[in-house]
């Protein structure tokens, strides 16, 4: 196979820097999340990500990479750059999140007590 | 697709040879005892971060480069649902290719660097590849085995330490099962036709089956690991039980349609529970991992033409105004 490209476009090209590895700068596109939102009405779900120039583009990309498979019904990008997150190491913050039993349903037993008001009372 | 990595003496030498900060490494590693998942943030020994960037990129190089020989064969298709098919998996592959490459950089290497070192020959990719193939009982062969084989690496590697590669193979290894599937499909289509078909595909096995053992890469009792690396969980399981567990798998599908593995040594020692065979040919393995195989220029110079052909359409295409940003996960 040849290198030497047919197409006047690329001839032009100044190609050399490929071979010594050289990236010109601003080389570099955007990086997306990607987000899969399965059906109507589901939750958008974080997948991956996709590298594209553009919003438009980066959906493009995300649909030939995240919905190849299965039904999707829409996709989100979001720019890497956009998304703030806790530093990793901060997780101890939400530590004691499971302790808070008194936020859960199941914290509030009442039976027993209206059991035994019933006993008394009949 | 991908192909098992190894090590230099002298790579695992240094390897040993780094200091981290101990009290961190102590939690790290106790971490990884408990079974948890690291993250792109987290703290991690610099020798972590290295070896990961280095078997994700290869892991990464083999799927693209891996989709090379296959896609030569679309257009040879013999059908119309086979060539579906093939396009499909084809699109998967160079689809894994990417989410690898997404995984790798959040450890840090830009995917421009990773290209470049591909095409400079720095990184590496699965040997498997540098072979031809010929026929399109090459196509099941490699659908069938060298995926299969793939699949023994990628599932053993999907419960290891680093989160976004975890994450990414297990993505991967659903997609896998289907290339299996049409790969199987077509492999016991040609050997249960035509006495043609039937030689086609013999022929097409007695060529892959060299590959194939040499695809785990070295025998334990030769090559260099490093404890690290299975304390990590990075590594999950020795070269010899993984290829172990292929011959397991493997051969008996191949033996039940009345085909052959051209090596006579070739049988399950019942009191071990291992394989036995031939010792393969490993300088041949090391000639070309080192770039002297068959199709390892051919292989490089596809990718560099289309590394050429779209650059314009990249560069056309980039805002002065962009900033890399390494992915979350
Ligand atoms: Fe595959
Ligand atoms: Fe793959």
Known sequence: MSNESLDPRIRRLDLEHVKNGVQPTNSHWITFEVFHQEKRGRQAIHVGIVHAPSPEIALMFAKEQYARRKSTSNLWVVKSSEVFTFASEDEDIFETTPDKTFREPGFYKVRDRIEAYKNKHS | ?????????????????????????????????????????????????????????????????????????????????????????????????????????????????????????????????????????????????????????????????????????????????????????????????????????????????????????????????????????????????????FLDQYVPKIREVGLTLPDEKLKKNLETNKWEFSDPDWDEFYRVVNGDGPCNKERLEVRRFAEEQGRWVRQALVNPQDKYVTPFA
């Open chain 2, 1 to 245: 697709m991908y192909g098992n990595t190894f090590m230099t003496a002298e790579e695992a030498k240094q390897m040993d040879q780094t200091q981290d900060n101990p009290q961190k490494l102590i939690a790290f590693e106790a971490r990884i005892e408990r079974g948890e998942k690291i993250e792109p943030g987290d703290w991690m020994p610099v020798d972590y971060r290295k070896q990961l960037i280095r078997m994700i990129e290869q892991h990464a190089h083999s799927e693209i480069v891996g989709a090379l020989p296959e896609g030569t064969w679309i257009t040879r298709s013999p059908g119309f649902k086979r060539k579906l098919a093939l396009i499909a998996k084809v699109q998967d592959e160079i689809g894994h290719g990417q989410l690898l490459y997404s995984a790798c950089e959040t450890l840090g290497k830009t995917r421009e660097e990773m290209l470049d070192d591909l095409l400079s020959g720095k990184s590496k990719y699965s040997n498997v590849f540098n072979y031809p193939a010929k026929t399109w009982a090459d196509m099941a062969v490699i659908g069938f085995l060298v995926d299969g084989a793939a699949i023994v690496n990628q599932v053993i590697n999907s419960k290891g330490s680093y989160g976004p590669y975890c994450r990414a193979l297990e993505r991967i290894c659903f997609e896998e099962s289907f290339h299996l599937k049409q790969g199987h499909d077509n492999f016991v289509f040609l050997a249960t036709g035509t006495n043609v078909q039937r030689e086609m595909v013999q022929e097409a096995l007695n060529r892959w089956y060299i590959p194939l053992l040499h695809f785990f890469g070295p025998s334990d009792k030769t090559s260099v690991h490093s404890e690290k690396l299975m304390k990590w969980k990075i590594k999950l399981a020795t070269n010899d039980d993984m290829r172990n567990q």
